[in-house]
């Protein structure tokens, strides 16, 4: 009898180790926010997008682990105002030259392991889906009184967004855009 419960409490202790023990506390998708900012040669372009759903596993007040979805259709740019290019930019970041949100109306972040540095900062190693194509990415979240904050930089082209990408394609000249876009991601909880 003993060998077996120390079996059980040596399974228990690897399964709290491996998966967490934290708590599931849902993401406020009314006070989160995503920010993002894409870069070309001659400018750059910013807005927003929306948080479908997702939480945050949480051990008091330690990040253990979580997973958010976004809404691709609530895609907006925000640099540019209606009737001056706003509407022509929404749609094209919309169609399959970039995120075919018909296709693909949600994206998604799943942590994968996370590791504090102390002052509530965490490396986080992660998985982000978008269009149907998921890539480990790794990047310092913060959480302090309430608040998950993350900048996440992203490689469109392993998502196979290459439109006007100089790695794929030549004699671009100005209307190159970069590879990488960052999200300014904030989740409330």
Not at 5 to 12: D, G, I, K, S, V
Not at 16 to 40: A, C, L, Q, R, Y
Not at 83 to 108: I, M
Not at 122 to 138: C, F, H, L, R
């Amino acid at each position: 009898m003993q060998i077996k419960n120390l079996l059980l409490t040596a399974l228990m202790a690897v399964s709290f180790s491996m998966f967490g023990h934290g708590d599931p506390i849902k993401i406020n998708t009314e006070k989160s926010t995503i920010t993002w900012v894409g870069k070309k040669i001659t400018g750059q372009h910013s807005g927003t997008i929306g948080i479908k759903s997702g939480e945050l596993m949480m051990h008091g007040n330690q990040l253990e682990g979580g997973s958010f979805v976004i809404d691709m259709s609530s895609l907006a740019v925000t640099d540019l105002k209606a009737g001056q290019g706003k509407e022509k930019l929404e749609g094209h970041l919309n169609s399959d030259d970039f995120f075919g949100v018909e296709t693909f109306p949600e994206a998604s972040l799943k942590i994968n392991k996370v590791k504090s540095t102390g002052k509530g900062q965490y490396n986080v190693q992660a998985d982000i889906t978008i269009k149907g194509k998921s890539q480990p990415i790794e990047f310092v979240a913060t959480i302090a009184k309430g608040m998950a904050t993350a900048e996440i930089t992203i490689d469109r082209t392993k998502h196979d967004i290459k439109y006007g990408s100089g790695s794929f394609f030549d004699n671009l000249g100005d209307k190159t855009i970069y590879d990488d876009f960052v999200l300014n991601v904030n989740l409330a909880f």
